[in-house]
């Protein structure tokens, strides 16, 4: 392995940070208001929320669920794994199924794709290809558009995974807007923690 001085391994990880900034200001910019705003509103008021997706989505998808838990949504994960072995049992009628791929037509995820229009759950899909099969099942479609990933050899899930968080991150707000969701909602579920313990002093 070739040795690299400290000024070119900073600028590479501060090139890094920039790309990424840059990810999560474009999404001001590009946002579907409409779809997002008809998205708010289905995770605010359906029965159940399940998200799913594969990879580095799914680390996204999983940790989306468990937020959604900490502001009192009814939310799992689903593992597109799981989900093709039973797990789609989970879904019903009425239920939110919020779906992420970048590429809309991951293999995995359109058995699944199929199954929730039969059980006639919504599907929400968060995809960057609007002709992808995700994108033409969904009924509520938010686009995410990437300039470019923050590694080096542009492949690695990064600016792709932060402007997913950040989707995330503001429907969360938004939700908890619609439910005004309270302070000592949340204190009453978390009482672990240094969050915990200040909020339940």
Do not use: W
Request: net charge negative; proline share 3%; hydrophobic share 45%.
């Amino acid at each position: 392995m070739k040795e690299k001085n400290k000024e070119t391994i900073i600028e590479t990880a501060i090139s890094s940070l920039k790309v990424e900034s840059k990810t999560i200001a474009d999404i001001i910019d590009y946002l579907d208001k409409d779809s997002f705003y008809e998205a708010v509103k289905v995770l605010s008021d359906c029965p159940k929320i399940i998200t799913c997706a594969s990879g580095s989505s799914g680390i996204a998808a999983k940790k989306f669920s468990h937020s959604l838990c900490c502001i009192e949504r009814n939310a799992q994960f689903l593992s597109p794994a799981e989900a093709i072995h039973g797990g789609m049992g989970c879904m019903k009628k009425g239920d939110a199924v919020v779906m992420v791929s970048r590429g809309g037509k991951t293999a995995e995820l359109l058995p699944i794709i199929e199954v929730c229009n039969k059980k006639e759950v919504i599907l929400i899909g968060i995809t960057e290809n609007l002709d992808s099969p995700l994108a033409k099942s969904a009924q509520i479609v938010v686009p995410m558009k990437i300039e470019r990933e923050s590694d080096p050899l542009n492949v690695m899930a990064t600016s792709s995974f932060i402007a997913t968080i950040a989707i995330f991150d503001a429907m969360l707000a938004a939700i908890m807007e619609v439910t005004d969701y309270t302070l000592e909602q949340f204190a009453l579920i978390h009482p672990g923690g240094a969050v915990g313990s200040r909020l339940n002093t």
